[in-house]
């Protein structure tokens, strides 16, 4: 079997060339002509010896992922649905905005974690994605939109882990993926301008800190634990007073940078006066361990098996409301127009011909990745 050069790190680059008898500063050369050319064809390779690139040619490929669909959205935004075998699929998302461009990124097939308002959860775990088939979204993608877009720079500027799955039931293939993506001979992205979004892994996210500390979300979605183990089942696991002190442990690795604690808003559920102003009171007691935080409010994109609706949009600001006079740095995010949940639509349909998985995608949950943001911050981070 031929080894997918995608899996690797460059260190890891670094130990093939190796064990092919070749000196490690070649990987840097190959590592380059891969992610930041883009290049499959190792004859294109032309600063490579000519036996170097033939010994790759027998024992190695640069593999990428089967492409399901595509849909382009009006306002820029791109999603592509990728079929990683046996009836999995999963899917990506650019989207682009005025001073950045944002990939979202799955890490695996289904999730194990549950959570009662995602459609993910429902689905169940099918499987990890490898390294490969992490940066491989972030490979296509870029190369894809520069062709595309017609620009020879780098498109892709911020990466966020918000895709399917949770990216810290899947560390082992996530960290050489994170470090791709910071190497300044693949992505060069910046740590702060990568985001792990977790529901709360606690020895992971000590782990990853130690690793790798970019920057990092935390899926919260309630102030205290008899909600959030109903919500998250993981939080009966790792409670919240867990959770937030791994949070402040984190920022001793990740220093001036904020945790955004994502909060997705339920009707009736986790949406009340009284939820905000028991963050708060959450808030400042994990402050004293110097946690600074954040507030990301998510619209709730349902899907009829969740039996959970969307928060109104009076509600939502009242809530937010309540953290801003709090003085907590909080933004709400604005969930795409119908032109994305029309094309969700349409690519389950697409999917339901090719592949016969369409029930699993069309519960997928519909344009929730394609939000951008409406700030309300006040003008001073607390
Ligand atoms: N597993 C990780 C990352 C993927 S989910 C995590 O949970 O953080 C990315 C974000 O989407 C999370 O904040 C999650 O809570 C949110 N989300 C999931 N389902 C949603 C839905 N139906 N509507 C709105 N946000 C949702
Ligand atoms: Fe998994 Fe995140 Fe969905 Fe929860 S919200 S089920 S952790 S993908």
Request: hydrophobic share 40%.
């Amino acid at each position: 079997m031929t080894t997918n050069l995608l899996d690797f790190d460059l260190d890891a680059l670094a130990a093939f060339c190796e064990q092919l008898g070749e000196k490690r500063f070649r990987a840097t050369q190959l590592f380059r002509w891969i992610h930041q050319r883009g290049a499959t064809d190792f004859d294109q390779m032309t600063d490579l010896a000519k036996s170097l690139r033939s010994k790759l040619a027998g024992s190695a490929q640069v593999k990428g992922l089967k492409v399901l669909s595509r849909h382009d959205s009006f306002d820029g935004t791109v999603k592509w649905l990728f079929d990683v075998g046996a009836g999995d699929v999963i899917e990506t998302v650019f989207i682009p905005e005025s001073d950045r461009g944002t990939l979202c990124i799955s890490s695996q097939a289904g999730c194990a974690v549950g959570c009662r308002f995602c459609s993910t959860g429902h689905q169940g775990f099918s499987r990890n994605l490898s390294t490969a088939e992490i940066i491989a979204q972030l490979w296509f993608a870029e190369h894809f939109l520069r062709a595309h877009l017609g620009r020879s720079e780098r498109v892709i500027s911020n990466v966020v882990m918000m895709g399917m799955g949770e990216p810290l039931q899947n560390y082992a293939q996530l960290l050489p993926a994170l470090r791709i993506m910071l190497d300044d001979h693949a992505y060069g992205l910046s740590r702060r301008r990568v985001t792990v979004s977790t529901s709360g892994v606690v020895p992971m996210i000590d782990r990853l800190g130690q690793d790798c500390p970019v920057a990092l979300a935390v899926s919260l979605h309630a102030p205290e634990d008899a909600l959030r183990d109903n919500l998250v089942p993981l939080n009966r696991k790792y409670p919240i007073a867990e959770l937030l002190q791994a949070c402040a442990r984190y920022q001793a690795f990740a220093p001036r940078d904020f945790i955004t604690f994502e909060y997705c808003m339920l009707d009736g559920v986790n949406d009340q006066p009284e939820h905000a102003r028991q963050l708060v009171a959450l808030m400042r007691q994990h402050a004293v361990d110097g946690l600074a935080c954040k507030f990301n409010l998510i619209p709730f994109n349902p899907f009829p098996a969740s039996g959970l609706t969307r928060s109104p949009v009076p509600q939502v600001l009242a809530f937010a409301k309540v953290l801003l006079d709090a003085g907590m740095v909080t933004t709400v995010r604005k969930t795409r127009g119908d032109d994305i949940d029309a094309a969700c639509g349409q690519l389950a349909g697409d999917v339901q011909d090719r592949t016969g998985v369409q029930e699993r995608m069309a519960s997928q949950r519909q344009g929730m990745l394609a939000g951008i943001r409406v700030v309300l911050a006040p003008e001073s981070p607390a």
